[in-house]
């Protein structure tokens, strides 16, 4: 009898009457297989298989097949016997399901690599990427290392990473197209792991800028041994830009709204560089002796007037003249006091421009290859010197990793984003470190009563480029609707559920609607925790506004057609009914108190149909005098307006 008879040949054949083996979650369908010899034994037989995997959502042994993926199977030279029991079903129309588990017998002779956050052949639209996975069996040490080969058009690249309780996190640069990966541990090879990097078809960038004053040479700050040049500062903020991205778009995946990231500028254009060097107008004595807020302005209005000026760029932009004075007091400083000693300092975001001062760029890496290594270098900085940005941890890896959120924090208000009182978005980006290392190399979490003495946000201005709409409202007795009543969100606001307004996602945990920053301790607390477990306890997160917000932004997302565009036009806030109105559909609804941009409550729309009209609800703290709403359309679109009660 042939132990391979009745399995499909094609994927198109009936799925109907599925058999799980071993309580497995997979059905395995053929698609190309190679027949062995003779037809009528599997025995000393090696079959190679093209399978379509179907997660399987069990009811006793019948499961109803979902959510298809593709693996390759190498079905080894094993006795018939052994073969028809796992790898076969010995029936007519019964489905083949692989046991992806390894023979008891086999379990400690080999290692088994597992990778966790990329399914192979799967497409990303940023080069820099993490890859994190296990070693899932045999024996593993935290001494060994993993060997990882990236082959391109016949080129290989070889590099090593660290194992910790059997995890590992790999830092690969993409090139365009296809990448081969190669994983080895302890002479046992991963079957070759396929990666595509293709950018996004757009015109919306994010460009990287290297601001040089007029009278100053380019050489940012830095120890004698560093190279400062302005191409050494170039390659740190390139890679930094990557970063970045890279973080972008892990962080929106593992919050479960997809991979989602934006493009750089050599990415939508290949002519031109990964930083570009702006010669601009302003003196350098002059920039050392303006506010961060005013070298903003100018800078940004210098840039929009210059050939970059495009509505279609956002500028993520360092100042080469920051220079940190220097001083002879011994006792630690607060961080109000380390900027007193330093000029041509920024670290603003909002509308079409990201700022920052060098005072601490000499600690970034030069190269994809140095990247653990600078956030790994424990040497003290030297405070009489150069600046200490470091989170209060006083090292040259704690300056790289805070520096480094903090640019992931303001370019997220170039997005619209405003505070919150947790996760990258409030003070949760100084352990961005976390992300890229394991085990004991990452640095303990930092609180925010830590980073700042006196209790004061370190980092959190924000300048927005937009021009604001100012709508006084005076209120004397509760809100009521005028005009005409939908069926649903106007009429029926009180008595809608949850879940027609909030996002739930099978593949995260559900997640009501963010409370109100003055909801209870014991709530954020909770809340806290619940992301820290979701993201592999490296601290770092979107809070769920913030997700949601970037994953129909306009940055984020393939560009839609001027005539689809049209249609978006009409995204209006009425003061008078306080309802909002969108021909789109809206997705996200943020208020905000406009003296310091936290948020204070949203309203989540991802069901496959948005809302076109939304009551806003009339129940925040009286604290708060002056408001702003926030609405993202289903096309990405936003519409600021602020008013007072």
């Known amino acids: 009898m042939n132990p391979c008879k009745g399995l499909p040949r094609s994927s198109s054949e009936e799925k109907s009457n599925i058999t799980i083996l071993n309580d497995e979650q997979f059905v395995c369908i053929p698609v190309r297989q190679t027949w062995p010899k003779p037809r009528g034994s599997c025995d000393g037989a090696t079959t190679i298989w093209r399978c379509q995997m179907w997660q399987v959502k069990r ?5 109803v097949a979902k959510r298809p ?7 080894p030279s094993l006795p018939a016997v052994v073969l028809t029991r796992r790898f076969c079903a010995l029936h007519d129309n019964r489905i083949m399901v692989m046991d992806n588990r390894m023979n008891e017998t086999n379990k400690n002779d080999q290692n088994s690599i597992f990778i966790t956050n990329f399914q192979h052949g799967e497409t990303v639209n940023y080069s820099l990427i993490l890859l994190k996975g296990n070693i899932t069996f045999g024996v593993c040490n935290n001494y060994d ?3 990882c080969i990236v082959i391109y058009n016949g080129v290989k690249r070889e590099s090593f990473w660290d194992i910790y309780n059997r995890e590992f996190k ?3 640069e993409l090139k365009l197209g296809e990448n081969i990966i190669d994983l080895e541990y302890a002479g046992v090879h991963k079957n070759l792991f396929t990666l595509f990097y293709e950018p996004r078809k757009t015109n919306l960038r994010v460009t990287p800028v290297y601001i040089v004053c007029q009278g100053h040479d380019g050489c940012f700050q830095s120890p004698v041994e560093v190279e400062n040049s302005i191409k050494s500062a170039c390659s740190r903020i390139a890679i930094g830009s990557k970063l970045i ?5 892990e962080k929106l995946y593992e919050s479960g709204v997809g991979r989602k990231t934006f493009q750089l500028e050599h990415e939508v254009d290949h002519k031109n560089s990964e930083c570009i060097v702006f010669s601009s107008s302003l003196n350098v004595n002059k920039a050392r002796k303006m506010k961060q807020e005013e070298l903003w302005t100018h800078f940004g209005r210098e840039l929009m007037l210059s050939d970059l000026g495009s509505s279609e760029r956002k500028f993520l932009a ?7 004075k220097g001083t002879d007091i011994d006792k630690p400083m607060t961080h109000d006091e380390i900027l007193s000693y330093t000029e041509a300092y920024a670290a603003l975001g909002g509308g079409g421009l990201a700022l920052f001062g060098t005072a601490c760029l000499y600690t970034w890496p030069k190269s994809t290859s140095d990247i653990i290594d600078a956030f790994l270098e424990c040497s003290p900085v030297n405070t009489r010197r150069f600046m200490d940005d470091s989170g209060y941890r006083g090292t040259l890896g704690g300056c790289f990793a805070t520096t480094l959120g903090s640019v992931l924090h303001e370019l997220g208000h170039t997005f619209d984003l405003g505070h919150t009182k947790d996760g990258i978005m409030g003070r949760g980006f100084d352990n961005i470190d976390r992300i890229f290392l394991v085990g004991n190399k990452r640095s303990a979490l930092i609180k925010d009563s830590m980073n700042n003495f ?3 946000p370190v980092q959190h201005s924000t300048v927005l480029l937009q021009r604001n709409i100012n709508v006084t409202m005076n209120v004397a007795e509760p809100l009521r609707v005028l005009g005409p009543r939908s069926k649903t969100t106007l009429g029926n606001f009180a008595s809608m559920s949850k879940s027609d307004i909030v996002r739930r ?3 995260v945990t559900p997640i009501t609607r963010p409370s109100s920053v003055y909801s209870s301790i014991t709530n954020r607390i909770y809340d806290t925790k619940r992301n820290m477990n979701r993201n592999g306890n490296d601290s770092i997160y979107w809070t769920r506004n913030c997700a949601i917000l970037l994953s129909y932004h306009r940055w984020f997302n393939n560009e839609f057609g001027r005539e689809r565009q049209a249609i978006t036009r009409y995204l209006k806030f009425d003061k008078n009914k306080m309802m909002i109105i969108s021909t789109a559909g809206i997705r996200i609804v943020e208020v905000r108190d406009e003296s310091n941009g936290m948020v204070l409550d949203s309203y989540e729309f991802t069901n496959v149909l948005p809302e076109k009209r939304f009551l806003l609800p009339f129940s925040f703290s009286h604290k708060t005098k002056m408001l702003t709403v926030v609405v993202e359309d289903d096309l990405g679109n936003v519409l600021k307006q602020t008013f007072t009660y």
């Open 245 to 249: 991205q890279c973080v972008t778009a």
């Open 170 to 172: 790999i830092i690969l």
């Open 145 to 147: 290392k993993l060997r």
């Open 59 to 63: 009811n006793g042994r019948v499961g």
């Open 454 to 456: 006196n209790g004061k």
């Open 318 to 324: 360092f100042i080469s003249c920051t220079r940190f």
């Open 69 to 75: 993926t593709y693996r390759t199977a190498l079905l």
């Open 505 to 507: 996602s099978p593949n």
